[in-house]
């Protein structure tokens, strides 16, 4: 090889390595603007709210009663006793066996309260639920979850899971909830399980 065929070589090494650190500064700077961009979508809550024909005091008394959601709940079998002397704290458990812990972090008597609601060895959802009165004969439910529960996923699939099927999913159930309890609390009578749809989620 002579000393063209050398100098020429050199060259292209020079370039292929430049490139190769150009492709990888750029994947570092869309990787980091995903993962930021993934962090700030995770925190975005998802919400379903309910006009439902009874006072807030009577919703109220009905939404902090023992055992409460095996009678408004399309998708929970067993709702244990509330233990907490002030709070909340109970499990639950949904049609297809799977249980999850709920813990009151903030209690707002008449108004709602905050809760950690996940399995015991994973990261847990973050609920609120919130009562407006609308008059004296109506007032509207609004039930949040911030679906931290999501961080199981690694880091890179989480914006993507959330996009393609967790918020739509979160969505689908917490109307169907906030459904239940608008048609126990105004009938006075335990829904029909069997009336709402599916939830690949929670049902067997």
């Known amino acids: 090889m002579n000393r063209f065929s050398r100098f020429s070589?050199?060259?292209?090494?020079?370039?292929?390595?430049?490139?190769?650190?150009?492709c990888y500064l750029i994947c570092c700077c869309i990787t980091d603007q995903y993962m930021k961009s993934q962090s700030r979508f995770v925190m975005k809550s998802i919400t379903s709210d309910q006009s439902i024909k009874v006072s807030a005091p009577t919703l109220w008394a009905a939404i902090t009663s023992n055992h409460?959601?095996?009678?408004?709940?399309?998708?929970?079998?067993?709702?244990?006793?509330n233990i907490a002397?002030?709070?909340?704290?109970?499990?639950?458990?949904?049609?297809?066996?799977?249980?999850?812990?709920?813990?009151?972090?903030?209690?707002?008597?008449?108004?709602?309260?905050?809760?950690?609601?996940g399995r015991i060895d994973e990261p847990k959802n973050e609920v609120a639920w919130r009562i407006e009165p609308l008059d004296s004969n109506s007032c509207k439910l609004s039930i949040s979850v911030t679906?931290?529960?999501?961080?199981?996923?690694?880091?890179?699939?989480?914006?993507?899971a959330l996009r393609l099927f967790v918020r739509r999913q979160?969505?689908?159930?917490?109307?169907?909830?906030?459904?239940?309890?608008?048609?126990?609390?105004?009938?006075?009578?335990?829904?029909?399980?069997?009336?709402f749809p599916r939830h690949p989620w929670f049902c067997t």
């Open 85 to 117: 002397d002030r709070g909340l704290s109970d499990e639950i458990t949904y049609l297809n066996g799977v249980t999850f812990t709920r813990e009151a972090t903030a209690w707002m008597d008449g108004v709602g309260y905050d809760l950690k609601v």
């Open 170 to 195: 979160v969505g689908l159930y917490l109307d169907a909830v906030t459904g239940g309890i608008k048609m126990w609390v105004e009938t006075g009578k335990a829904i029909d399980k069997t009336a």
């Open 9 to 22: 070589l050199l060259l292209q090494c020079q370039y292929l390595i430049l490139l190769a650190t150009h």
């Open 68 to 81: 409460h959601l095996e009678k408004c709940h399309p998708y929970i079998l067993r709702h244990t006793k």
């Open 147 to 160: 679906p931290l529960a999501v961080e199981k996923f690694p880091k890179l699939f989480r914006g993507v």
